[in-house]
Nanobody, 129 residues
């Protein structure tokens, strides 16, 4: 059984940093895509960043240069380092995983949540001005 558990959300002032973690258990696919999404209530989830099992990364334009996605395969953990946070980054963040590397190559943006099979419960990020 695959389980994804996010942590690291919280409150920070504008310009500050947070690091989200996603501990994956039972996800043993050698070819895979993992990603971070975020979602405003009433809106579709949008891709923030993804990383495939070859280590290739992709970012949404809104976070390029500020966020970094990485993974520690020994710890089965996915990370999202978020720097220079803005108030508009205040939102719920979700970790996702799928047993196919090709999912990472699909267009970024909103409405891509159906591409991913496994999801975490989400972690809230709040950025104050």
């Amino acid at each position: 059984q695959v389980q994804l558990v996010e942590s690291g959300g919280g409150s920070v002032q504008s310009g500050g940093s947070l690091r989200l973690s996603c501990a994956a258990s039972g996800f043993t696919y050698s070819s895979n895509c993992m990603g971070w999404f975020r979602q405003d209530p009433g809106k579709k989830r949008e891709v923030v960043a993804n990383i495939d099992s070859d280590g290739n990364t992709r970012y949404a334009d809104a976070v390029k240069g500020r966020f970094t996605i990485s993974q520690d395969n020994a710890k089965n953990t996915l990370y999202l380092q978020m720097n220079s946070l803005k108030t508009k980054d205040s939102i719920m963040y979700y970790c996702a995983a799928h047993p196919s590397i090709f999912v990472c190559n699909r267009p970024l943006g909103a409405g891509r949540e159906t591409d991913f099979r496994y999801w975490g419960q989400g972690t809230q990020v709040s950025v104050s001005s």
